[in-house]
């Protein structure tokens, strides 16, 4: 389509989504019902897959010092990115989806389609990792948010972690590296 393709040659285009998926996620997000919440994942994931053509087209110019991508903001897309990850794994949420999910409750009786939660979470995460370099988690949020998000999915869901592809596997070794070494206590608790 023309905006995943806008999106691949400017990632800031994808960022209006995100925002709007985030805000959604933060605010009306725990009141839906189980229809609405399986159309939001599903809206998520298509996102998500829209910003992954973009990131993936940024991750080789995006190797520059944390200063200048404050400076050119590129960073709000991943921080973006995690805060959405975050309010699609609330545990509040998370619970009422896995609760709900395959139980008929539209109005004709029929089940409402599964959706996969840390599926499109994991996605998400292997969107955002190729970004995220050590000079990336020198931004104080980011750094907080990623090793928040990567520490509840460990806990939750650890043995997805084993189908990430090699170069994902590093990435994600290099953060934790980064991380391990942080001077911010919750920073290197998450990291374990």
Same mark, same amino acid.
């Given at each position: 389509?023309?905006?995943?393709?806008?999106?691949?040659?400017?990632?800031?285009?994808?960022?209006?989504?995100?925002?709007?998926?985030?805000?959604?996620?933060?605010?009306?997000?725990?009141?839906?019902?189980?229809?609405? +919440?399986?159309?939001?994942?599903?809206?998520?994931?298509?996102?998500?897959? +829209?910003?992954?053509?973009?990131?993936?087209?940024?991750?080789? +110019?995006?190797?520059?010092?944390?200063?200048?991508?404050?400076?050119?903001?590129?960073?709000?897309?991943?921080?973006?990115?995690?805060?959405?990850?975050?309010?699609?794994?609330?545990?509040?949420?998370?619970?009422?989806?896995?609760?709900?999910?395959?139980?008929?409750?539209?109005?004709? $009786?029929?089940?409402?389609?599964?959706?996969?939660?840390? $599926?499109?979470?994991?996605?998400?995460?292997?969107?955002?990792?190729?970004?995220?370099?050590?000079?990336?988690?020198?931004?104080?949020?980011?750094?907080?948010?990623?090793?928040?998000?990567? $520490?509840?999915?460990?806990?939750?869901?650890?043995?997805?972690?084993?189908?990430?592809?090699?170069?994902?596997?590093?990435?994600?070794?290099?953060?934790?590296?980064?991380?391990?070494?942080?001077?911010?206590?919750?920073?290197?608790?998450?990291?374990?």
């Amino acid at each position: 389509s023309a905006g995943a393709g806008g999106a691949a040659a400017d990632p800031s285009q994808a960022e209006p989504f995100l925002r709007f998926a985030n805000k959604y996620g933060e605010s009306l997000l725990p009141f839906v019902g189980t229809e609405d +919440t399986v159309a939001f994942f599903n809206f998520c994931h298509g996102v998500l897959q +829209t910003y992954e053509v973009a990131a993936l087209s940024a991750a080789s +110019t995006t190797r520059r010092a944390a200063a200048a991508l404050e400076e050119e903001g590129l960073f709000e897309d991943v921080q973006q990115v995690l805060e959405l990850l975050a309010h699609l794994l609330a545990k509040d949420f998370f619970d009422s989806v896995s609760d709900a999910v395959g139980s008929p409750s539209s109005p004709s $009786g029929e089940a409402p389609p599964l959706v996969d939660a840390p $599926g499109v979470v994991f996605f998400g995460l292997s969107t955002v990792l190729p970004l995220v370099t050590p000079d990336l988690l020198l931004i104080p949020k980011l750094c907080k948010s990623f090793f928040e998000l990567v $520490g509840h999915m460990a806990s939750d869901h650890a043995g997805r972690f084993s189908s990430l592809p090699p170069p994902l596997i590093s990435a994600l070794f290099s953060a934790l590296d980064f991380g391990l070494a942080h001077d911010n206590a919750s920073v290197s608790r998450e990291s374990l």
